[in-house]
């Protein structure tokens, strides 16, 4: 879709940086159900929603987008959340089967643990692609002072990968791909972008990115034919 940032009227915390501040996106696709080919095709926006604020874990609160029963099925997309979770809200233990848990952390830092034993840490511009598989029990809780922000996507897995062993894909944010040109600066979560690929490995052909527009400046990304795809806007205010 061609993507362009209109500097006026973004929605910003701080509105003295009204018409300067940019605009910022993650974008996130999928083949379903007809696997991906060569052809690309241009795309018109279907449905515009506004995420929801939520209760989840234990004092948390999320912005669910994806995944609400009015939203509808968008597969092997399951939900979206963005969370901005404060100390000592979180996570605590809870399962996850038949499908993978993609964290990427925008500030604050999470702390991660498992019934294996795996623990760690992600901070801001890291990345947690986890597959549950057959199925883990884990933990998420911020491990700072300071508020934990991030976006957290499930995808399902096709019938063949459900009962595959758990497996973790962890990045730091260093070796998250990022690449810039034209007033836009794309960070490479999964798949390509602006020339550049991101090494993680998906089961579903999976791409999803985080673009982040200087006002005025335009975006065209290919999306493969027959993919699913959405628009998340974290800040600011697009026309597609």
């Not at 362009?4 to 929605?11: N, Q, T, V």
């Not at 159900?33 to 234990?58: H, M």
């Not at 810039?180 to 972008?193: E, Y």
Request: glycine share 8%; with cysteine.
């Amino acid at each position: 879709p061609r993507m362009s940032r209109r500097p006026s009227g973004a929605l910003l915390v701080s509105l003295s940086l009204l018409s300067a501040a940019k605009a910022v996106r993650t974008c996130a696709m999928s083949a379903s159900p007809s696997p991906p080919s060569a052809a690309f095709s241009s795309r018109t926006v279907d449905r515009v929603v506004l995420s929801e604020a939520q209760e989840e874990g234990v004092g948390a609160v999320v912005r669910r987008s994806i995944g609400r029963p009015d939203v509808g099925r968008l597969s092997p997309f399951l939900m979206l959340d963005e969370f901005n979770v404060p100390p000592p809200a979180g996570f605590p233990d809870h399962p996850h089967r038949g499908m993978e848990t993609v964290t990427f952390m925008l500030s604050g830092r999470f702390a991660h643990e498992d019934f294996t034993g795996s623990k760690g840490f992600i901070g801001p511009g890291d990345l947690q692609w986890m597959t549950a598989g057959r199925g883990i029990v884990h933990s998420e809780m911020p491990a700072a002072d300071t508020p934990s922000h991030g976006l957290q996507l499930w995808v399902n897995l096709k019938r063949a990968d459900k009962m595959c062993e758990p497996a973790y894909q962890e990045l730091k944010a260093a070796d998250v791909p990022v690449v810039s040109a034209k007033g836009v600066t794309a960070t490479v979560i999964a798949g390509s972008a602006l020339g550049v690929d991101s090494p993680v490995y998906t089961r579903q052909p999976v791409h999803y990115y985080k673009f982040d527009m200087e006002p005025s400046a335009v975006l065209h990304q290919p999306i493969p034919e027959g993919f699913n795809a959405f628009v998340y806007v974290l800040r600011g205010r697009v026309a597609v």
